[in-house]
Nanobody
Framework: QVPLVESGGGLVQAGGSLRLSCAAS????????MGWFRQAPGKEREFVAA????????AYADSVKGRFTISRDNAKNTVHLQMNSLKPEDTAVYYC?????????????????WGQGTQVTVSS
């Protein structure tokens, strides 16, 4: 098991920014590709962003490209999602996930471990 804990969610006005963090205790995240997913009420969980084990290579959903940035600090065992220019349609529970796959997984079923999620609400 890889216990993942998200933080940084909250309520923000449209156009604002939030920075989500994901931390793991007891396990090193450098062994995993990391991703962020989100799930809005009544919708499927969808891919947001992913980063390779060593960083450097990232992938984004088209809906967040140019606004969100995923990063990782393996020394601090953390992963971040910087979200700028937020829109009401970004409102969702955001989940951090870890994958044992090599490369840049973007499918939810490619991820092995999940956090409990953090709520992000963007008001118009």
């Amino acid at each position: 098991q890889v216990p993942l804990v998200e933080s940084g969610g909250g309520l923000v006005q449209a156009g604002g920014s939030l920075r989500l963090s994901c931390a793991a205790s007891g396990r090193t995240l450098s062994s995993y590709a990391m991703g962020w997913f989100r799930q809005a009420p009544g919708k499927e969980r969808e891919f947001v962003a992913a980063i390779r084990r060593t960083g450097g290579f990232t992938a984004y959903a088209d809906s967040v490209k140019g606004r969100f940035t995923i990063s990782r600090d393996n020394a601090k065992n953390t992963v971040h999602l910087q979200m700028n220019s937020l829109k009401p349609e970004d409102t969702a529970v955001y989940y951090c996930a870890a994958s044992i796959r090599v490369g840049l997984p973007t499918g939810r079923y490619e991820y092995n471990y999940w956090g409990q999620g953090t709520q992000v609400t963007v008001s118009s």
